[in-house]
């Protein structure tokens, strides 16, 4: 099992009091880490500034992919 699997894992099992840096939940979203360094300058993503770095808790993570989830509905 490689690294990013075995934190996938631990994140999935319940491990949601420990915070996230960027990179973590860029992976998770599967996007780029400057792009949730966006999403938080916004207002988008919830999360907190360590002097110069974000950290994220996986619920608020967890909660952003639920508000901007659509719905497939099928051929109209």
Not at 27 to 47: D, F, K, Y
Not at 52 to 71: G, S
Request: avoid cysteine; hydrophobic fraction near 35%.
């Amino acid at each position: 099992m490689n690294t990013s699997t075995k934190n996938n894992d631990e994140l999935k099992a319940g491990h949601d009091n420990r915070l996230l840096n960027k990179d973590e939940v860029a992976e998770i979203l599967h996007t780029t880490s400057r792009h949730v360094e966006r999403l938080a300058e916004q207002g988008l993503l919830a999360h907190f500034r360590v002097g110069r770095f974000y950290r994220f808790q996986l619920r608020e993570v967890e909660d952003y992919l639920a508000r901007t989830h659509i719905e497939v509905t099928g051929p109209r």
